[in-house]
Nanobody, 125 residues
Framework: QVQLAESGGGLVQAGGSLRLSCAASGRTFSSYAMGWLRQAPGKEREFVAVISGRGQITNYADSGKGRFTISRDNAKNTVNLQMNSLKPEDTAVYYC??????????????????WGQGTQVTVSS
């Protein structure tokens, strides 16, 4: 079992920045990949970014490339998402999620086994 808790969401104007954090507990944190996904009203949950267990590999959705940066601190069992140049279309509930499948770096929401409760990000125009 893995327990996840996000923090750092809020209301920001377009062009602004937010940093989301996710604290994990329950398994050896460095042994699994961590992802950020989001869900906007009326839309399906979508992939945002993923980072491998030891942090060497990252992958981003096209929507966030060049604006979002995912990072992790395995000593503190945390994963972060730095979001810059935010746009109104980034408005969504953001979730951190854990993929315990060894070696997998997934962009598919269905492959993440454990999820946080989500944190709201609202970008005003």
């Amino acid at each position: 079992q893995v327990q996840l808790a996000e923090s750092g969401g809020g209301l920001v104007q377009a062009g602004g920045s937010l940093r989301l954090s996710c604290a994990a507990s329950g398994r050896t944190f460095s042994s699994y990949a961590m992802g950020w996904l989001r869900q906007a009203p009326g839309k399906e949950r979508e992939f945002v970014a993923v980072i491998s267990g030891r942090g060497q590999i990252t992958n981003y959705a096209d929507s966030g490339k060049g604006r979002f940066t995912i990072s992790r601190d395995n000593a503190k069992n945390t994963v972060n998402l730095q979001m810059n140049s935010l746009k109104p279309e980034d408005t969504a509930v953001y979730y951190c999620a854990a993929d315990l499948w060894y070696g997998r770096i997934s962009t598919m929401a269905s492959e993440y086994e454990f999820w946080g409760q989500g944190t709201q990000v609202t970008v005003s125009s």
